[in-house]
């Protein structure tokens, strides 16, 4: 059981390219996130979905687009990377039943650490 | 709005020393109350919960109780190990709707050293 598993760890880009982060998780949750961490800035919601084609945004999601085509699947896109997004960034997924013993916790990836130039 | 507010790190201590992290929070309703830990290099995992007032949540160790009358969830370990060195997150949730995103505090680094 994989869980959530982020794809690259790293990547370095020039100002102005455009990359895409991938998260995927098997453990079937509707929920899923992406986070971005800095220091002295904790961890902050860029966009979310709660469900297969549904996205919203987050508390910072100027530059950042989303893309949730398939339940296991969440994309971020750069479309041109600027320096002030260099940051390691964190998927994570949950249930949305609050019902289930699980419901509310989340499941993160291990991050993708990104560097703009 | 709903918040959380932990203590300022980094925080250390000695192999064995007693751990206590505050965590107050302020949140309408009756939230579920989270502590996450992020070992280096790694995502955040939860490491224990807490659904009601009087709940105590605990995991490796670590114990915490959800205090309504305080509006706290300090988290607490007898004797902490060099394994524990990791940043600790208090984190809530409201569960009372379909969707409620998460609210986490800043974070405190713990280092223990042997």
């Known amino acids: 059981n994989a869980g959530v598993t982020q794809t690259p760890k790293f990547r370095v880009l020039k100002t102005g390219q455009s990359m895409t982060l991938l998260c995927a998780q098997d453990m079937n949750h509707e929920y899923m996130y992406w986070y971005r961490q800095d220091p002295g800035m904790g961890l902050r919601l860029i966009h979310y979905?709660?469900?297969?084609?549904?996205?919203a945004k987050g508390e910072v999601p100027d530059g950042y687009n989303v893309s949730r085509l398939k339940k296991q699947n969440f994309l971020l896109g750069l479309e041109s990377a600027a320096p002030s997004q260099t940051s390691v960034y964190f998927c994570?997924?949950?249930?949305?039943?609050?019902?289930?013993?699980?419901?509310?916790?989340?499941?993160f990836g291990a991050g993708s650490r990104l560097t703009v130039l | 709005g709903n918040s959380v507010t932990q203590m300022e790190g980094p925080v250390t201590l000695s192999e064995e020393a007693f751990l206590t992290i505050n965590c107050t929070y302020t949140?309408?309703?009756?939230?579920?109350l989270f502590w996450y830990v992020q070992y280096p290099g790694e995502g955040l995992q939860l490491l224990l919960k807490a659904t009601k007032a009087d709940d105590k949540g605990s995991n490796k160790g670590f114990e915490a109780t959800y205090r309504k009358e305080t509006t706290s969830f300090h988290l607490e370990k007898g004797s902490v190990q060099v394994s524990d060195s990791a940043v600790y997150f208090c984190a809530l949730t409201r569960t009372k709707t379909s969707y409620d995103k998460v609210i986490f505090g800043p974070g405190t680094s713990l280092s223990v050293i042997p």
């Open positions: 979905s709660v469900g297969e084609g549904t996205t």
């Open positions: 994570a997924s949950s249930y949305s039943n609050v019902r289930v013993a699980g419901a509310n916790v989340l499941t």
């Open positions: 949140a309408t309703g009756y939230p579920s």
